[in-house]
Nanobody, 128 residues
Framework: QVQLVESGGGLVQPGGSLTVSCAAS????????IGWFRQVPGKEREGVAC????????YHADSVKGRFTISRDNTENTVYLQISSLKPEDTAVYYC?????????????????????WGPGTQVTVSS
């Protein structure tokens, strides 16, 4: 059974940093394209970063470029999203997703419709 579990969310002050993690079981993340998404109530899920399993290319949305970094630890079967210079508008539930199909390039970000495996999400709240 495939399971993705996010952790590391919490309450952070503006300008702060944190790292959200996504641990997998039932699949080897090394062979899967990974996407990080976020969602706030009433809005569509937004793809913020992805990692191409074939060539290691990463994508970061313009809204987070320079502040968010996606990475992967194959030995831990875990992917990470390092977030810095947090802004109140970064407040959302953050989800990781994995699949074999999705397109992810330096210019093309993750499409939620292309991912079958999802974690339950972790809440990140940016507030003073």
């Amino acid at each position: 059974q495939v399971q993705l579990v996010e952790s590391g969310g919490g309450l952070v002050q503006p300008g702060g940093s944190l790292t959200v993690s996504c641990a997998a079981s039932g699949i080897t993340l090394q062979y899967y394209h990974i996407g990080w998404f976020r969602q706030v109530p009433g809005k569509e899920r937004e793809g913020v970063a992805c990692f191409n399993a074939l060539d290691g290319v990463t994508y970061h949305a313009d809204s987070v470029k320079g502040r968010f970094t996606i990475s992967r630890d194959n030995t831990e079967n875990t992917v990470y999203l390092q977030i810095s210079s947090l802004k109140p508008e970064d407040t959302a539930v953050y989800y990781c997703a994995a699949d074999l199909r999705p397109l992810c390039t330096a210019a093309i970000g993750p499409n939620a419709d292309e991912y079958d495996y999802w974690g339950p999400g972790t809440q990140v709240t940016v507030s003073s």
